[in-house]
Structure formats: C-alpha cells, structure tokens
C-alpha cells in the first residue's frame, strides 16, 4: 500500500465525522467533490473501483457545446454546455483544445421539422440534416457564444470548396460546414486533478478508490476492498455520483421495502483507435460529424497520433462492465466508409476499442438520440438525506457539481465560499500563452529534449516542474523501453501521489501507453516491477497484477500482447 493510501485511510480513522459523502468516483462525483469541498465543507468521497474507470473512462474524449441537442430543443442545456466547453478551454488548456469539425451535407431541406417532431413528443429517429437545419443550428451556436467568444465562427463551403481541402470525402455532398468545439486527450488524468487540487486546497476532505460504503442505522461503513479494513463515519447529507449504477446504490442505501422507479436509462457507447496513416492524413486535422444510415451521429478525429471513432447507442437494462462487440465495431467501421469511401479501413487496424454506459435520465424514447444529455438531482428524504446525480455529460460536470453543491447547502443551511466557473484544474494553472512557450521553458529549465519536454506539457502542463523537480532527485529519469516517453521516475511520481492501487490504474487511466497503441509486454513487466517496488508487492502479487492487466486487456479492449510479438503496432487486435 503506498503511504498515500495509508494516509487517507488514518485520516478517516482518526476524524469519521464528515458534512458529506460523495459516492463515486466518475467525473460527476470528483466534480462534486471538489466543489463541496472547496465551500468549507468535510467531504469523503467513496469509490468502489479506481477514480474515473466507468462510464468516465469511455467517452467521446469530445467538450462540446451539444450542436444536436438543439435538435431537441434542449436550448438552455446548449447555452449551458457551450458555457462550460470555454471554462474547460480557460482552466485546463494542457487537456482541452480546440477541434476544427467538420459536418459532410448531403441534402438541403431535409431535416428542417426535426426540433418540431421533439418538440411535440416525437420519440423516433429524426430525418436527414440538410444545410437549412444545419445553418440554423450553427447561426444559434455563434450567437450564443458571440459575448465571450473564444473559438472562430462557423463556415459554410460549397462541395468543390470541400473537396480541395478534403479530397476523399464522399461524392454525395452537397456542401459542408465547420464549426470549432473542443476534444480532451486525457480525461482521466482530469478527474485525478481534481482530487489533487482537492487536498492542496481544501485538505480535511478525503477521496478513496476501492473502498465501498455500508449503511449502518443512521451511520457509515467505509470498507477498504484491498485490506478488508472498516472505518466508520457519520455525513449529514449524502451525495449519490455513481452513475449507471445510481438506482442499484439507492436500492442498498435504502431501508424501505418499497422500490422507487429507476431513475437512469443506460445507453452503451463503444469507441475504437485506429492505427490507419491514410485516414489520419484525410482528416486534416478536423473532426468528421456526420450521420449513419440509421440517423445517428457519428463521429471520427484525431487523437494523439492516431484516430478515433465512434460510436454506438445501444440501449441496456442493467449497470455493468462492457466492451465493445463485432457487431459495434462493425458498425463503426462500415460508417467510415461512408464519409471516406476511397480510405480503405479494416479491423486489422483497430488497435484499441472500449465501451461503456451513459448513465441517461430514464426515458421511454424509441430512438436512444432523442434520450436528453441533460441532468437534474432527485433528494431521497431520510436521516441522512440523499441526493442522487441524474444525467450529466463531461462536457458539464462543473456545471452540474455546482447545481448539486447548491443544494446541499441549502440543506445543510451553508452560504456558498467560492465560484469556480474560472478556477483553473492541476497542470492548468498558471499555464503560459502561446504555442511550445512551456516546452520550451522546459528544455531550458531541465536540459531537455523538444520531444520529452512536449510529452509533459501535453500530459500534465505546468505540474511537469513538480514532476521533473522529483525526477531529477530520483536520478532514474531513464525512459522505460525504446520510443517510450514515460521514464521509471515518472511511473514512480505517478504511483506515489496519484493514488494509484493496481498495475491497471497506470497502464489505462494515468498514462496513455494503451489507448495509443504502444503497450508491449517488456514495457508491462518495467512498469510492474517499479510498481512492486513502492508498493511492496510478493512476486505472487506482481504475476497476479500482471496476469489482471493482460486479461482485461484482451477482454474489455481487444489488445492481445503476444510473447512472440513485443511491437504493439504488429498485433492482432480485434472486439471481442
């Protein structure tokens, strides 16, 4: 166990008196976290698994304003998305960038009595966009961000305008449109910021991962999963964050009998990374937003040097563990080809999938597009009242955190302390204006080279000092394995202050070595040992942790790492 841990858990031990208890560790619950915290309150937040690996860990990696939730009619929800997409932009500029999108337009009237069809109950797919609709959307877009505009407006082309820039985008369109939103390369990392920003500024709250909570007659019973250790603790309010799994935790917190209705309908979204230089370089830099055959909104970008596709809407009826299926990755695959039918893509090239489940507001909408991204609290009266995190999306987690956080002052008759619309997030603070500035204070700084200091600005901005100033008193600041940008310190100062528990933790959530592609058995095993290392693992623990990693790998993500084959980009990898 790191001394991190250990140190939560002591705190826990000697003070179980708390104002709130967050439970879960996705994006919605850390955003709470932090908000309630930073009002003066003691806050424990409770997570089962490791921070941010549910449906946190499997978005779109897109902070966008919602272009089709107007579609939906849901207006204030857009203005409120476009709002918090600028905020993300401001406070966290080493994670959220500006994305150039493009929309293919294959029609021109179609479409335009979509937001009508909604408006009065409509529950199935909606038409075609054509540019009308599309131009109209796109209007209300710059209109809403026209005082604090910090993203170029849209621009409509004409199809031979399109196809000099895009030469192997399909025949079939019209015109094209682009707009700007945003896209994240590490979201992760981004619900870990919060929980470190968390205990620099507001350092009597306490955030553990695998740990679970009990009720226990008008009390709490934290229960560390790794040492079987109990703690108890008392909470004048509750805050339910886990999700899909939201109606399951008010089922077990609950000591009535009676079963309210569900309060979440999940919808299950897989993604793939592709390994494919050709439709890398027909991209240009731009997102593709267009639409399958069935109406659903597709989408396809770059992403730290490969692409990114996606996805699927498929509706489920209970909160687990997923993966992406041949059917979805068919489904995603054949999509492309619609946009770019003279870039060959094929399974072959799928590096890297993964799945999981919107946590949706119930709804009985036959076409899953329609189900509302939007999000609302429902209060459970009790003892100890609840009050259950319904809906949300990345993009507004902020501004749903702080919806939450007013309420619970109201109850626990609290003013609110602080604003954090514009407080910056971990390697965001601070970070200096203009392109390669940080790297390049970096290379002078610590001697080093453009393509390492990048990789640290790209990866945690300006806490890269915090990190090179421990690596170079390490001494170890030695990369892992060949055209590896990690080093053995660095895997240490993530380890030692980023409540990492399992090999997993590192090699999927603090790094982005899986997701890009570039995992390989001897680079597994480097990262295994530094890690038995701190954290005193048996050899029996290091081949177990190992022998988790490898099936997890090949079952939820489709990446089969061969002894035979140690070059991540040579393998076979496919959805299972």
Same mark, same amino acid.
């Given at each position: 166990?790191?001394?991190?841990? &250990?140190?939560?858990?002591?705190?826990?031990?000697?003070?179980?008196?708390?104002?709130?208890? $967050?439970?879960?560790?996705?994006?919605?619950?850390?955003?709470?976290?932090?908000?309630?915290?930073?009002?003066?309150?003691?806050?424990?937040?409770?997570?089962?698994?490791?921070?941010?690996?549910?449906?946190?860990?499997?978005?779109?990696?897109?902070?966008?304003?919602?272009?089709?939730?107007?579609?939906?009619?849901?207006?204030?929800?857009?203005?409120?998305?476009?709002?918090?997409?600028?905020?993300?932009?401001?406070?966290?500029?080493?994670?959220?960038?500006?994305?150039?999108?493009?929309?293919?337009?294959?029609?021109?009237?179609?479409?335009?009595?979509?937001?009508?069809?909604?408006?009065?109950?409509?529950?199935?797919?909606?038409?075609?966009?054509?540019?009308?609709?599309?131009?109209?959307?796109?209007?209300?877009?710059?209109?809403?961000?026209?005082?604090?505009?910090?993203?170029?407006?849209?621009?409509?082309?004409?199809?031979?305008?399109?196809?000099?820039?895009?030469?192997?985008?399909?025949?079939?369109?019209?015109?094209?449109?682009?707009?700007?939103?945003?896209?994240?390369?590490?979201?992760?990392?981004?619900?870990?910021?919060?929980?470190?920003?968390?205990?620099?500024?507001?350092?009597?709250?306490?955030?553990?991962?695998?740990?679970?909570?009990?009720?226990?007659? #008008?009390?709490?019973?934290?229960?560390?999963?790794?040492?079987? !250790?109990?703690?108890? $603790?008392?909470?004048?309010?509750?805050?339910?964050?886990?999700?899909?799994?939201? !109606?399951?935790?008010?089922?077990?917190?609950?000591?009535?009998?009676?079963?309210?209705?569900?309060?979440?309908?999940?919808?299950?979204?897989? &993604?793939?990374?592709?390994?494919?230089?050709?439709?890398?370089?027909?991209?240009?830099?731009?997102?593709?937003?267009?639409?399958?055959?069935?109406?659903?909104?597709?989408?396809?970008?770059?992403?730290?040097?490969?692409?990114?596709?996606?996805?699927?809407?498929?509706?489920?009826?209970?909160?687990?563990?997923?993966?992406?299926?041949?059917?979805?990755?068919?489904?995603?695959?054949?999509?492309?080809?619609?946009?770019?039918?003279?870039?060959?893509?094929?399974?072959?090239?799928?590096?890297?999938?993964?799945?999981?489940?919107?946590?949706?507001?119930?709804?009985?909408?036959?076409?899953? #597009?329609?189900?509302?991204?939007?999000?609302?609290?429902?209060?459970?009266?009790?003892? $100890?009242?609840?009050?259950?995190?319904?809906?949300?999306?990345?993009?507004?987690?902020?501004?749903?955190?702080?919806?939450?956080?007013?309420?619970?002052?109201?109850?626990?008759?609290?003013?609110?302390?602080?604003?954090?619309?514009?407080?910056?997030?971990?390697?965001?603070?601070?970070?200096?204006?203009?392109?390669?500035?940080?790297?390049?204070?970096?290379?002078?700084?610590?001697?080093?080279?453009?393509?390492?200091?990048?990789?640290?600005?790209? $990866?945690?901005?300006?806490?890269?000092?915090?990190?090179?100033?421990?690596?170079?008193?390490?001494?170890?600041?030695?990369?892992?394995?060949?055209?590896?940008?990690?080093?053995?310190?660095?895997?240490?100062?993530?380890?030692?202050?980023?409540?990492?528990?399992?090999?997993?933790?590192?090699?999927?959530?603090?790094?982005?070595?899986?997701?890009?592609?570039?995992?390989?058995?001897?680079?597994?095993?480097?990262?295994?040992?530094?890690?038995?290392?701190?954290?005193?693992?048996?050899? !029996?623990?290091?081949?177990?942790?190992?022998?988790?990693?490898?099936?997890?790998?090949?079952?939820?993500?489709?990446?089969?790492?061969?002894?035979?084959?140690?070059?991540?980009?040579?393998?076979?990898?496919?959805?299972?």
């Amino acid at each position: 166990m790191s001394a991190q841990r &250990h140190n939560s858990f002591q705190r826990i031990r000697d003070n179980g008196a708390f104002d709130v208890v $967050v439970i879960g560790g996705g994006i919605n619950g850390l955003g709470v976290y932090r908000e309630l915290a930073l009002q003066g309150l003691r806050v424990l937040l409770v997570e089962r698994n490791d921070f941010c690996s549910g449906c946190s860990a499997a978005p779109s990696r897109m902070i966008h304003g919602g272009l089709r939730y107007l579609e939906n009619g849901e207006f204030d929800l857009v203005r409120e998305s476009l709002a918090e997409r600028d905020a993300l932009l401001r406070n966290a500029p080493h994670m959220v960038r500006p994305l150039p999108t493009t929309i293919p337009i294959t029609s021109l009237f179609s479409g335009l009595f979509n937001a009508a069809t909604s408006f009065f109950g409509g529950s199935g797919k909606p038409s075609n966009r054509g540019a009308l609709p599309i131009k109209a959307g796109l209007t209300l877009y710059d209109l809403v961000t026209r005082k604090r505009r910090i993203l170029p407006k849209h621009k409509f082309r004409s199809a031979k305008s399109t196809w000099r820039q895009w030469p192997n985008l399909t025949r079939k369109l019209l015109f094209s449109a682009t707009y700007y939103d945003a896209w994240i390369s590490h979201p992760e990392r981004l619900g870990v910021e919060l929980i470190t920003d968390t205990e620099t500024l507001a350092p009597d709250s306490v955030a553990v991962n695998y740990a679970e909570l009990n009720a226990m007659d #008008g009390a709490f019973l934290v229960n560390d999963v790794e040492t079987g !250790d109990q703690f108890s $603790v008392t909470a004048r309010a509750v805050v339910n964050a886990s999700g899909a799994w939201l !109606d399951e935790v008010i089922a077990q917190l609950s000591s009535s009998e009676t079963k309210p209705p569900p309060l979440v309908s999940g919808t299950k979204g897989s &993604h793939l990374i592709l390994d494919n230089p050709a439709l890398l370089q027909a991209l240009d830099g731009h997102m593709m937003y267009f639409e399958n055959t069935d109406g659903r909104v597709c989408i396809v970008f770059p992403y730290l040097g490969k692409v990114l596709a996606g996805s699927t809407d498929i509706r489920v009826t209970a909160a687990s563990r997923t993966r992406c299926e041949p059917e979805e990755m068919d489904y995603i695959l054949t999509s492309l080809r619609l946009i770019f039918p003279q870039v060959p893509v094929s399974e072959d090239e799928v590096m890297f999938s993964y799945s999981g489940i919107r946590p949706l507001p119930s709804s009985d909408h036959d076409f899953t #597009g329609r189900i509302s991204r939007g999000h609302f609290t429902q209060k459970i009266d009790g003892t $100890v009242p609840q009050f259950c995190m319904v809906g949300g999306k990345w993009t507004t987690f902020r501004a749903f955190a702080q919806q939450t956080t007013d309420e619970v002052l109201a109850e626990l008759s609290k003013p609110r302390k602080q604003d954090t619309i514009d407080l910056p997030i971990g390697g965001g603070a601070d970070f200096p204006a203009g392109d390669g500035a940080m790297a390049r204070a970096l290379m002078v700084e610590f001697s080093l080279a453009a393509d390492r200091a990048e990789h640290l600005v790209q $990866v945690y901005g300006t806490r890269s000092r915090e990190l090179m100033r421990y690596s170079v008193a390490s001494g170890d600041d030695q990369t892992l394995t060949q055209d590896c940008h990690y080093t053995a310190a660095e895997i240490r100062f993530l380890v030692q202050r980023e409540h990492v528990v399992h090999l997993s933790d590192i090699v999927l959530r603090r790094t982005d070595l899986a997701i890009t592609g570039r995992l390989s058995l001897p680079l597994i095993d480097a990262i295994a040992d530094l890690m038995a290392q701190d954290l005193d693992w048996s050899q !029996d623990q290091l081949v177990a942790e190992r022998t988790s990693l490898l099936n997890e790998l090949e079952k939820f993500h489709g990446v089969l790492l061969s002894e035979q084959e140690p070059n991540a980009k040579s393998r076979r990898m496919e959805c299972v």
